[in-house]
């Protein structure tokens, strides 16, 4: 196959052939990815990351011979830079703390159930390949509502406006996506999110960084005591 320039070069592993063919037929007319490889099981999908050198990997997590979450953590290992998917079924807060406990940074979490939405499985490989750590929308939402205590209390430093970004920022939006689903005018994007991370007590690092430590930090203080 011959990679095309410019494109985020993706494999993807799931057990299931269907879900292969579905990667593949999900992908092919998106201008900014590219499937270079499909793996069955967990082991082939490592000795595939190796040998293809992607930017991106989707895992489903139950596959045979080895998990998602440990072929995550071997390549990881072997391929530092590279941009990991995990794709489960389950929204148990304990598989995603297991999957960003070692290396956070480009780390994607989503849901067989979001696989539908083109546009949110896009944005999160692209997210990914850049270095952000994103989570599926509904399990942002359901750490809010399951601990809604621990969350308001998070969240208090933040007016309602900048909660919304808040919320975007941990699943991946772009600036300029941000901006088309809320009220900023484009100059107003970067001050508010440079706000948010100040309200919440974050570094003054680069973008990048501190895009990775909002969402732990969210985690952190939603999950707590599991």
Request: no cysteine.
């Amino acid at each position: 196959m011959m990679n095309e320039p410019n494109k985020i070069r993706v494999i993807a592993a799931d057990d299931s052939e269907f879900m292969r063919e579905a990667y593949k037929s999900l992908f092919q007319d998106q201008e900014e990815i590219e499937i270079v490889g499909t793996a069955s099981d967990g082991e082939e999908a490592v000795i595939l990351a190796e040998v293809l050198q992607p930017q991106v990997a989707i895992l489903d997590i139950q596959m045979p011979k080895m998990n998602g979450l440990e072929a995550a953590k071997q390549m990881a290992s072997i391929s530092p830079g590279i941009g990991l998917v995990v794709i489960s079924s389950f929204d148990n807060t304990q598989y995603i703390l297991e999957f960003l406990r070692d290396r956070p940074v480009g780390k994607g979490y989503l849901l067989k159930a979001s696989l539908g939405k083109v546009n949110d499985f896009v944005r999160t490989i692209k997210a990914v390949a850049k270095g952000w750590t994103v989570l599926d929308p509904q399990i942002a939402q359901k750490l809010l509502e399951y601990h809604a205590a621990r969350a308001s209390s998070f969240l208090a430093p933040l007016n309602d406006l900048q909660r919304e970004v808040f919320l975007r920022i941990v699943e991946g939006y772009e600036d300029e996506d941000i901006l088309e689903s809320g009220s900023l005018a484009p100059e107003g994007v970067d001050a508010q999110v440079n706000e948010i991370y100040e309200r919440i007590g974050l570094s003054r690092d680069g973008q990048h960084q501190r895009r990775v430590e909002a969402v732990l930090a969210f985690l952190s203080q939603t999950t707590q005591g599991r």
